[in-house]
């Protein structure tokens, strides 16, 4: 859209003028509804999670409207702690990349997990392992060893990238979680 001035283009033709287009780069859900509703930002790209609780929260102020595609990209939780094998062995020394804390797919996956596991009560349990890093930032914490993080819930093409390294190993996969449930 950028490289061929494709909103340029078609606001010209839909008779807007001469419309100036600036892009910059946001990190995360949280930031970019933050822009949004600040007005430093009239369109922004977040997944559906942020979207939605934005758009609920402001269905009778801002009336924010969302423009979607759907895709099907898998995500993953990769660590290179030797303790971690599964989600369930994360202790409170450990803290999980997730893009947003609570609204994010990576997020609400281990929700899904948690409350399919251990009850509705439980939904919870992994979000105060969680921070919010952008995917490039979770990417370099996580190769670097430095211990800011112990896990990525990541995407492609972080996911691969991560992968490359030895010592790192995906514990979990979305798509196990995701899975559609049977009809009753």
Known sequence: MEKHQLIEKHAREAGAGNLRVRWIDIGGPAVMNEALLSGSADFIAAGPPAFIILWDRTRDSAKVKGVAAMTSLPMYLNTRTEHLKKLDDITEKDKIAVTA?????????????????????????????????????????????????????????????????????????????LTPCPAA
């Open 101 to 177: 804390i609570k609204v994010s797919i990576p997020a609400i996956v281990m929700q899904m997990y948690a409350k399919k596991k251990y009850g509705a009560s439980e939904v919870a349990r992994f979000d105060k392992y969680t921070v919010t890093m952008t995917h490039p930032d979770g990417l370099i914490a996580l190769l670097s060893g430095s211990n800011a993080i112990q896990a990525h819930f990541t995407s492609p093409p972080f996911h691969q990238r991560e992968r490359k390294d030895p010592a790192v190993r995906t514990i979990m996969f979305a798509t196990a979680i």
